[in-house]
């Protein structure tokens, strides 16, 4: 797959854009310019893009504060996707560790295109023996879900962990890595998903709609808020008293900023014992080494559904809007 030129010779490409915010359907497969790398970038050809939860909020452009980023009207970006894996085609100048040719991983914003530019900072490279719809479902995800547990959460060997929202993106790497860092911990999924919550290394799985994880029965050293929106009472309900809760994520948490909830979690943490913690999580090419060296070694599995080529991005998109996805899925160019 190869660029072509326009009219006036500028290098063109494939690539999913839109021209205005909201669902699926504003999504269109065109052909666009092909970025130009500058200092400190790669420039990638893009085998396979991830879709999460962060793509899904800046194509919707809700909750509104993302367009303060992302552009107030319309996306400054047309081009939607940050998760991607693909080759080095060309580095600008001051980029060292990675060269032509090379294999890699990491986030490059406009990643639903047949090239895509990434800061060298925010890349990896690709694990031996994984295929690139793997590695491009692992960078955003599994990179928040290690800052939660080991930075904001602190975990420690041998703590409980409950991680709502456990089958999803995030969440089906949470669960994964708590256990390799030496953790007991509990998911939270739909009764459909238990089973594949139990294959992630769970030891205990609870069914979201039955089972209350904050009815006092059990206490938990660290709770990933991942999935859903729970009061704070219900949060501190299921710490131990000393616990910490994460808010990793959160659907449903106001239009405005998304982030109601967590703020006020932020705001009361200090006057209480348990520490109630929100997390910002950055996109950091260390951590994606890091993340590469556990799939190699078979301790961390790419979360990976189902994929869909380019021209089926539309389809992909609905699945993650349908919340039907285990784990996560990917665009293949």
Request: include cysteine; hydrophobic fraction near 40%.
């Amino acid at each position: 797959m190869t660029s072509s030129h326009d009219l006036t010779g500028t290098a063109t490409m494939r690539a999913i854009t839109q021209d205005r915010y909201g669902g699926s359907d504003v999504l269109r497969l065109a052909r666009v310019p092909r970025p130009v790398v500058r200092d400190g970038q790669v420039l990638l050809r893009v085998h396979a893009a991830g879709l999460d939860r962060g793509t899904e909020h800046l194509m919707t452009g809700r909750p509104y504060a993302v367009r303060l980023a992302s552009g107030v009207r319309r996306p400054r970006n047309p081009v939607p996707g940050r998760d991607a894996a693909g080759t080095v085609v060309e580095v600008g100048s001051g980029v060292t560790r990675f060269s032509p040719g090379d294999e890699v991983f990491g986030v490059a914003p406009g990643s639903f295109a047949e090239y895509a530019l990434a800061d060298a900072d925010k890349l990896a490279h690709k694990p031996v023996g994984t295929s690139f719809a793997e590695a491009a479902v692992v960078p955003v995800s599994a990179g928040t879900a290690l800052q939660a547990l080991t930075g904001a959460g602190k975990v420690q060997p041998g703590q409980s962990v409950l991680v709502t929202g456990a089958s999803g993106g995030v969440g089906s790497y949470a669960v994964q890595l708590a256990v390799d860092l030496g953790a007991e911990v509990t998911g939270v999924c739909s009764g459909a998903k238990r089973d594949h919550v139990r294959a992630l290394g769970a030891h205990h799985v609870l069914d979201r709609r039955y089972d209350d994880w904050a009815d006092g029965s059990r206490r938990y050293d660290l709770v990933l808020d991942v999935a859903g929106n729970p009061s704070l009472g219900r949060l501190r309900r299921a710490l131990t008293p000393r616990g910490t809760a994460v808010f990793v994520g959160g659907e449903g948490a106001g239009v405005v900023t998304g982030m109601s909830r967590q703020l006020r979690g932020a705001l009361l943490s200090p006057f209480v014992g348990q520490r109630l913690v929100l997390l910002v999580a950055r996109e950091r090419g260390a951590d994606y080494e890091r993340l590469g060296e556990l799939v190699a070694a078979g301790r961390l599995v790419p979360s990976l559904d189902r994929t869909f080529p380019m021209e089926r991005a539309v389809d992909a998109v609905r699945l993650l809007e349908d919340g039907t996805v285990r784990g996560k899925v990917a665009v293949t160019m």
